[in-house]
């Protein structure tokens, strides 16, 4: 049998503001079979993305194919006039965005857009769409399957709009399904349901599929090759099983390796004998909004968390989208007051709002954002960003604080030399390195960590992983370490405490995860993180029930 | 329509409300507390210290400036508009014919400028890039940049002097015929729609190019959907609260140019009146149309907030 | 789409557009500053026995209603013009940005108040404003200066604390807070810096407005009075050589649309800084 899709020595180039020319594209060849679901992975920049559209003979504004050839059933897409491309779009090749949120029209109903594909090549009376839309819908397990479609899109959750534009996407009954990383804003509870749906579907139709990821664990699930990018060039091809199993390339096993961070032997030492803590919170609340008769906030957030941190160890807080985890963290840096509750700090109470904080007080919690790009003025050198705390904490001017400076660099291990420059000329993990510097430069007792890995590709988070557990050795810190992803956390924490709806509804040692008398959330949310095991999805055994009713999808 | 879209358009409405409060404040306390004694400017010749006593306390002039203000603003509130200065006439009476006559020249250039404006900035934007496109854009800009009356001279010396079709500054008040009425309106329509025209352009534009720029005009690119589609299906129902928001915000426009066009073409509309009634310093007339000037100004931009919070679809069921 | 990019120092590019635009307005601030050693002639000598002179050899832009030279005319005219929008912009953009930088870090009802009352001032309009004020105050430069700068202060408040507040949703604020900064720090050295390029952008496009608004209160002989004489003056005074399309009409609006279009070019055309460095 022939292959479905040939990519023969593509080039994409692209035009940078300065007006000059860059290749993004460096000559790229692969095929894929009638049925084959192949996945391009790789980190952000690497360009799978831009291969997954010129599948569809698109580029998007500013990009170019350049060169060689990308044949779909026998059609060269780069040859091919607009007109004719626009043919192919929907019917042979099909597309299903990132954000589902963002890629359908607000003001039009949903079964409208599903069936325009239909409308606008001509496949079949309205009717008939509309019957097979909602065929569609019910086979990608979507509640109301009859009903959905009649309503507009801010009116449907991101997992089920997710759902909808696959089937969008399938309605037109494509050969081919591109899907660009279509599970990545979704919690993984949720993401669950999403993949099974797609997989399903996938199978059943026999259709060929692109899935653009960048997190093998979810790609081992539902392709049968893998292609690796990095740089815009193939690094390695191969079937699911051997890319994981036996990876070639030296980046695959870089990528496996950082998939499973070392959960290292050298665990935390076991707590000192009646050891006071370094920071505790009693029925702490926080929220937005006026105060309510009964004291707690319009909005409230967080609801009656009590946690203790002792000297030298990490608590992980873990939880989903909306539980409440980093308002927690902000209310514990005082930049959002608890509205009721008492914050400790070595056993003394701490005013409520940082603003009431002495600078002593202030100096010993600092707060490190998900976000390097805003968490870092990208007006100012990274000189200055390191050099104002040292000012305001310690009064260093000067040489003084110019050493200190070159110190800290050193201890996040970037070269001294990038002092100079400013936020947008550094990659994410050196922005990421910066942003912990200047927490360090105050000379903390604490370090809140809000997501700071999320942002960040696999390897890189991998690396930051290891730098916080070399300064946790070097300095004595400790962590309280917010993100929804487990194995993370698994990687730096001592405790770990779980979130759900504001409240922490569990907390365990870290040796602990994985038993059998856990929460049921607990237990669902462990359950849902992918494995790279490529039978995990489908052994895996959920209480449909259960999961309607704690995952809010 | 949900209650949360009325208590938005509400808010809105009570803040235009309260604008408006401010505004008459100011117009006050710019035409009536700062220094110039109107007594006095009144008698002109005949002041003796006595009259002006008397014309001062007949006037109510040594009242608390805070009760004048109330006293003006309930006179305004129920229709009573003052006496004239400079003829005793009453100020209402002065107004009413001249506000019809702006209001026709204001109406007659929207109809005339806002389907051209509106097609011109569409197809601006989608043909982004383009020769057309920069053209356009670099002609608004143009027009924008510079003063009403150089689009009223520059229109005069081609139409006029040049060519000759129509008369050049003066305003023929009798009109027998249709013609007559087409060159008599013709140079201040042209003149006022030139302005207008720039603004909506742009802001249509912008709108417009917003829209084409989202996630889902791609999405509908990639179901294969076709140029034509992509717009009239996908971007101009999503761009159309923008661009009637910018329709009534250009339409703010008139108000400026109003301003300068009727002083140039002898037009007697509202905005002559107030520049002659400026020169004379009648100050109840200047009140009373500033007043008028301002109203109709913030119905216009309370109005392209109202469309802008019901256009929003996500807010609509 | 391209248009030539051309190297400045320190790693600035400008285009050709831009360049032109930039040499017009510094063209127009020399004028302004060196009127008198330019002027061939004096502002108020009759120097032609005819009015409304053609373009000659002698009065490169012919001469005005009185046969004063048009060219000494419009080269003092640039004094006025210039001179009292800058003075007024001025104004506008210190008190507007310092203002709304302070709202959006401030927050709270200071904000709700400030931002309430200059909306409200704003609308007003800006023409109708000039002519109340006029008619209530008479006209005189300082006057026209802080009317003006009134006016438009309210517009540039608001364009700096939009710009201001989306700075402030970002986390280095949210970390300087954290560290214990006060108000002042945060609007200097945080908030400043990232939005100083497009404020300069709203002060050109604020000059551009208020030369205009001056233009019109002078062209309806409310703003600058006789003896003195701005661009829009010029063109009030000698209106009546209109209808024989006299050059004393046309060159001061040429004046002015060459100030003001060459402002709105160099916005749409700044210099940007190269970001590549390997380039």
């Known amino acids: 049998m022939g292959n479905l899709v040939e990519i023969r020595d593509l080039k994409v180039g692209a035009t940078t503001d300065a007006g000059r020319r860059v290749d993004i594209i460096k000559g790229v060849s692969f095929d894929i079979a009638p049925g084959e679901i192949v996945a391009l992975i790789g980190e952000s920049g690497s ?95 979507l509640p109301n399957p009859d009903t959905i479609g009649d309503r507009y899109p801010h009116q449907v959750s991101g997992g089920q709009l997710q759902r909808l534009s696959a089937a969008m996407a399938l309605i037109g009954d494509p050969k081919l399904v591109i899907f660009d990383e279509p599970t990545t804003a979704l919690d993984v509870t949720t993401q669950i349901e999403v993949l099974r749906a797609f997989k399903a579907v996938m199978k059943e139709r026999r259709i060929a599929g ?164 805003t968490a870092l003025n990208p007006a100012k050198s990274i000189a200055e960003i390191l050099g104002r705390p040292l000012a305001f904490y310690h009064g260093l001017k000067g040489r003084e604080a110019q050493a200190r400076i070159d110190r800290l660099l050193d201890m996040v291990r970037l070269p001294r030399a990038l002092q100079e420059r400013r936020p947008p000329e550094l990659s994410g993990g050196q922005k990421q390195r910066v942003n912990l510097a200047r927490a360090l430069a105050a000379d903390p007792r604490i370090i809140l960590c809000d997501e700071i890995t999320s942002a960040l590709d696999t390897v890189v988070a991998a690396a930051i ?36 709806a504001g409240e922490k509804i569990e907390q365990m040692p870290r040796s602990r995860v994985g038993a059998r008398d856990h929460h049921a959330y607990t237990k669902l949310l462990f359950a849902s993180v992918p494995k790279l095991d490529p039978q995990w999805l489908d052994s895996l055994e959920r209480n449909p029930e259960l999961v309607a009713a704690l995952a809010r999808r | 329509m949900n209650s949360f879209v009325w208590s938005l358009v509400g808010g809105r409405v009570l803040v235009a409300v309260f604008t408006l ?230 339409l703010s426009y008139l108000l400026g140019g109003v301003i300068i066009v009727e002083t140039i073409f002898n037009y007697p509309g509202i905005a002559k009146l107030m520049v002659d009634a400026v020169s004379t310093r009648d100050l109840p007339l200047i009140q009373s149309c500033a007043m008028i000037f301002c109203l109709v100004y913030l119905l216009l931009i309370t109005v392209a907030d109202v469309i802008a919070i019901l256009s929003n679809p996500r807010l609509r069921r | 789409m391209m248009t030539r990019a051309i190297p400045l120092p320190l790693h600035y590019r400008i285009n050709i557009v831009g360049l032109l635009a930039l040499c017009v307005i510094l063209f127009w601030t020399m004028v302004a500053l060196f009127a008198s050693q330019l002027a061939p002639h004096g502002v108020g000598e009759i120097v032609d026995l005819d009015y409304f002179g053609p373009m000659s050899r002698q009065f490169p832009v012919g001469t005005d209603y009185l046969g004063r030279d048009m060219l000494s005319r419009i080269l003092f005219g640039a004094r006025y013009t210039v001179g009292i929008s800058l003075a007024s912009v001025t104004i506008a953009c210190v008190t507007g940005v310092t203002l709304g930088m302070a709202a959006a870090v401030t927050g709270g009802w200071f904000d709700t108040a400030l931002s309430r009352f200059l909306d409200a001032l704003n609308s007003i309009p800006s023409k109708l404003f000039g002519l109340v004020v006029v008619a209530g105050v008479g006209s005189s430069i300082p ?62 496009l604020r000059f551009v407005f208020i030369v205009l608004l001056l233009s019109g209160l002078s062209f309806l002989g409310l703003g600058v009075q006789p003896p003195d004489a701005d661009w829009g003056a010029l063109v009030r005074e000698n209106i009546s050589g209109l209808p024989f399309g006299a050059p004393a009409v046309m060159f001061p609006s040429i004046a002015i649309a060459s100030l003001t279009i060459s402002v709105n070019l160099l916005i749409d055309n700044l210099p940007k800084k190269t970001r590549d460095r390997s380039a």
């Not at chain 1, 730098?467 to 946790?472: D, F, G, I, R, V």
């Not at chain 2, 002109?44 to 007949?58: D, N």
């Not at chain 2, 140079?187 to 989202?214: G, N, Y």
């Open chain 2, 21 to 250: 409060l401010v505004v008459s404040f100011t117009v006050f306390c710019a035409t009536a507390i700062l220094p110039g004694d109107v007594a006095e400017v009144l008698l002109g010749q005949a002041a003796t210290p006595e009259a002006v006593a008397g014309l001062r306390a007949a006037m109510h002039l040594n009242d608390p400036a805070l009760l004048r203000f109330v006293r003006w603003l309930a006179g305004l509130a129920s229709g009573d508009l003052g006496k004239s200065y400079a003829n005793n006439m009453q100020v209402a009476q002065l107004i009413g014919p001249r506000l019809l006559n702006s209001l026709k020249l204001a109406g007659i250039t929207t109809l005339f400028s806002v389907p051209i404006a509106l097609a011109l900035g569409i197809a601006a934007a989608i043909l982004r890039g383009s020769v057309f496109d920069r053209a356009l854009t670099f002609l608004t800009i143009a027009v924008i940049s510079v003063p009403e009356f150089m689009v009223a001279t520059t229109a005069v010396l081609l139409f006029a002097v040049h060519l000759k079709w129509l008369p050049a500054l003066s305003f023929a008040r009798e009109a027998t015929s249709f013609w007559d009425l087409l060159r008599i309106y013709a140079m201040p329509v042209i003149t006022l729609a030139f302005v207008i025209s720039a603004q909506m352009i742009r802001m249509t534009r912008a709108a417009m190019i917003e829209t084409l720029d989202t996630p889902y005009v791609e999405m509908a690119r990639l179901k294969g959907a076709s140029p034509t589609r992509i717009v009239l299906r996908h971007a101009l129902p999503n761009a159309l609260g923008p661009i009637v928001n910018a329709v009534a915000l250009s």
């Open chain 3, 143 to 204: 006057v026209l200066i802080l009317t003006m700068a009134v006016i438009y202060t309210p517009g540039s408040y608001r364009f700096a604390r939009a710009l201001a507040v989306n700075v402030n949703t970002m986390d280095f604020i949210t970390v300087a807070r954290a560290r214990g900064e006060g108000v002042p720090y945060i609007i200097g050295s945080e908030i400043l810096p990232n939005i100083i390029g497009p404020v300069f952008a709203d002060v050109g």
């Open chain 1, 47 to 141: 360009g799978k993305t831009t291969i997954a559209l010129t599948l569809m003979g698109y580029a998007r504004m500013g990009c170019a194919i350049q060169g060689g050839s990308v044949r779909v059933g026998g059609r060269d897409m780069t040859q091919l006039s607009e007109k004719e491309r626009a043919a192919v779009r929907g019917t042979e090749v099909a597309y299903v965005p990132q954000s589902a949120a963002a890629a359908f029209n607000p003001a039009m109903r949903i079964i409208d857009q599903v069936v325009e594909v239909s409308r606008i090549h001509g496949l079949m009376p309205d009717a008939q769409a509309r019957a097979r839309a909602v065929e569609l819908f019910r086979a990608l397990s």
């Open chain 1, 210 to 373: 692109v899935y653009v990821s960048h997190d093998l664990a979810v790609v081992a699930q539902i392709a049968d090759r893998i292609v690796v990018l990095r740089g815009g060039e193939v690094q390695e091809i191969g079937a699911t099983a051997d890319i994981l199993s036996a990876p070639a390339h030296p980046y695959t096993r870089e990528l496996l390796a950082a998939f499973r961070p070392s959960v290292d032997a050298q665990a935390a030492p076991a707590p000192a004998a009646v050891a006071q803590p370094v920071l505790e919170l009693r029925d702490v609340v926080a929220g937005y909004g006026a105060l309510k008769s009964d004291g707690a906030p319009t909005i409230t957030i967080v609801k009656a968390v009590s946690l203790s941190l002792e000297a030298g160890r990490n608590l992980g807080v873990i939880g989903e989208s909306g539980c409440g985890k980093s308002t927690l963290a902000r209310a514990i840096a005082g930049i959002l007051p608890p509205s009721s509750g008492d914050i400790l700090f070595e056993g003394k109470s701490l005013p409520r709002a940082a603003k009431d904080r002495t600078r002593e007080q202030l100096r010993q919690i600092q707060i490190v954002f998900q976000s390097a790009d």
């Open chain 1, 465 to 500: 992983i290891d730098l916080l557990k070399e300064l946790q050795r070097e300095l004595g810190l400790c962590y309280v370490f917010i993100s929804h992803d487990l194995p993370t956390v698994q990687a730096i924490c001592d405790e770990i405490a779980v979130m759900y």
